[in-house]
């Protein structure tokens, strides 16, 4: 019966899966935060260069001429997000607005004590030679456990990724 125990002491058969077993779980949670992390950081790129493509429209005056509204320039910020477009309209958020200067123009945070509050929201493009202030929210929801502690201002486990644009209105008519 000794002779046997020893025999299965020293038996290394299984050993690679038993260590593998306990490293599978670390290796695999880094590797999914890693490409979380690579797309919220590719998300947040598309919605910076989103944002400063649909503000142009603002500053060249052709929401105005348009007669846009808040619905129609977030449709324009989501024609310009590539590949995360499903339910862009539900999870993005804008806020265009007149400031007086371009110093301190102290808008509202629409994050309050974990929640989006879109109340304060709203749209006003202004006239030419107006100073503007756009401001983007998308809210991603994040996939990897203890990543929403990391990335998240919201309840729920969602990340709130935001662009702000400032400018000067050109002269159009």
Sequence with gaps: MLGRLRRYARDRRGATAVEFAMVAAPFFFMMFAIIEIGVVFMISNQLENATLAAGRLVRTG???????DADGFKAAVCDRIVGFTGDCADRLSVDVRVIPRFQ???????????TFREGDLGFDGGEAGDIILVRTWYRHPLVTPFMASAL?????????????????NEPFS
Excluded at 62 to 68: L, V, Y
């Design 62 to 68: 052709q929401s105005h001429a348009q007669g846009m």
């Design 104 to 114: 301190d123009p102290n808008p509202p945070d629409p994050i309050q004590n974990g």
């Design 152 to 168: 998240s201002r919201l309840d729920g486990g969602v990340a709130v990724l935001s662009s702000t644009t400032s400018f000067r």
